[in-house]
């Protein structure tokens, strides 16, 4: 096969990240022979039931390239679910793990502190959508920091109940699969589930009624919630500013300003899950900010640590600090080289402004989707915020979902180069996570694979 190489400027040299090449080039098919053989050994010898979006295997990566091992190079614009937010291996992350990992990788905290575990603590406290003075405690999964958030808000209330949304994705454990709505593939078989949880009506403007406000969309989700279960015996109300794996809802305007209005008023607690939408991907340090939204708890993992497993809760002291000594912990919470790389990724999201260069990527992105709109008919909805951006994809005219042609154009860009991911109840929604960092090149370079895919059904269905 021949090598394809794509440059927006091709008189310029494309930028290179770790070694890193900042381009598209394809060696061989996507995915590849070398690839293809370790799928076969993935298949004999890993669970059936852990999931795949793109069998390349990858090699190296870096900025906002993955290269696999048949020497292909793939654009990534789903940065590892948020998680690299920074971009791959970001020389200031990798120095920092490496020199922790030099001073030493565990001791466990509970056993005998060090400083990056405070350090971290600290720094969450000054970033998170929280008023007043916070506690935290670090973990290691996103999961692990939602079921943590709900003990705390329980301890914290002394009320059992808990309300979350529908759509909503929360985790895989038994508490989160019970806050997490899509039965495929995240419960179905699972359970018995974790009683006292109880889910709203969410603001989805694509699918509301026309005109509903999300202060009448607050009032729906409320009403529900007070028929189901009454304010009284709710600890918390667990909400994602802008849903994740549900499909990147992002409510109307008003309706997290309403919902965090009655949660203070009946003594709610107010946990914003913003574990796919932190640390600046949607163009604020942290979704609520957008619209000046204060919660009790906020539940953080995903790009707090630019690829190192960490997770936390952050919360008001009063709050946290409710529970007794020893109620909150696990063996590797915090480890000391997550820490370190979560202190040198929060010096990159400050240095770098990646809040601002999320905002420049909606600049870039937004309008090439709407304007695919005029030839893909299917395209129902363009929404989201930052970086944090998706398309619905609907049978023309209509709201039904159309997830086969979601798939299709995922796997149109897959065997381009492009790393895409899909998303939503329905299965038919392409989400856009890119690196925060992505070399410009090579956004243009991905958005126009992208709705080439997105604006190809015609072809396609020849
Ligand atoms: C990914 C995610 C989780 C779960 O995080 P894990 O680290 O996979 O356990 C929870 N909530 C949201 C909003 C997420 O995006």
């Not at 589930?193 to 005109?211: H, I, K, L, N, T």
């Amino acid at each position: 096969m021949t090598t394809v190489t794509v440059d927006a400027d091709p008189t310029r040299s494309p930028a290179v990240v770790a070694g890193v090449e900042q381009v598209r080039r394809l060696r061989t098919a996507v995915p590849g022979p070398v690839s293809l053989r370790l799928r076969e050994r993935r298949a004999a010898a890993v669970a059936a039931g852990v999931g795949m979006v793109l069998p390349a295997f990858v090699e190296r990566a870096g900025g906002a390239v993955l290269v696999d091992v048949d020497g292909n190079s793939l654009v990534d614009l789903g940065a590892g679910i948020a998680v690299v937010n920074a971009g791959h291996a970001h020389p200031r992350v990798v120095a920092a793990v490496t020199e922790q990992a030099e001073a030493f990788l565990h001791t466990c905290f509970m056993v005998t502190p060090y400083e990056g575990y405070v350090a971290v603590a600290e720094r969450l406290g000054g970033l998170v959508p929280v008023d007043g003075p916070t506690r935290t405690v670090l973990l290691s999964s996103g999961a692990e920091a939602v079921e943590n958030a709900v003990k705390i808000a329980r301890a914290a209330t002394g009320r059992d109940a808990v309300a979350v949304f529908d759509h909503a994705y929360h985790g895989r454990t038994n508490l989160t699969m019970a806050m997490t709505a899509k039965a495929m593939p995240y419960k179905r078989g699972f359970g018995p589930f974790a009683g006292e949880v109880y889910r709203a009506p969410m603001s989805y403007p694509f699918r509301d009624p026309a005109g509903l406000t999300g202060e009448e969309a607050a009032e729906r989700a409320v009403r529900s919630l007070v028929t189901q279960v009454g304010a009284e015996e709710l600890a918390c109300l667990v909400i994602e500013p802008i849903q994740g794996e549900g499909g990147f809802v992002e409510p109307a305007p008003g309706f997290l300003p309403a919902l965090a209005a009655w949660c203070r008023d009946h003594g709610v607690l107010l946990v914003a899950d913003e574990i796919q939408t932190g640390f600046a991907r949607t163009g604020d340090v942290f979704a609520l900010d957008h619209e000046g939204v204060r919660a009790d708890l906020v539940t953080v993992a995903k790009g707090l640590a630019d690829g190192m497993p960490l997770a936390g809760v952050v919360g008001r002291a009063e709050v946290m600090d409710a529970v007794h000594a020893g109620g909150l912990g696990g063996t590797y919470g915090g480890n000391p080289v997550a820490c370190a790389a979560a202190l040198a990724s929060a010096d990159v999201m400050t240095e770098e402004d990646l809040p601002a260069r999320a905002r420049e990527i909606e600049a870039v992105l937004r309008p090439a989707l709407e304007a695919a709109r005029e030839h893909a008919p299917g395209i129902g909805d363009v929404r989201g915020r930052g970086a944090m951006l998706a398309v619905e994809l609907v049978r023309p005219g209509t709201l039904e979902p159309d997830a086969a042609e979601a798939a299709r154009v995922a796997r149109t860009c897959h065997e381009a180069g492009v790393v895409v991911l899909t998303c939503g109840t329905y299965g038919n929604v392409i989400r856009l996570l890119p690196p925060l960092t992505i070399d410009p090149a090579l956004l243009a370079d991905g958005t126009a694979v992208l709705v080439e895919a997105l604006t190809g059904r015609a072809g396609s269905a020849a």
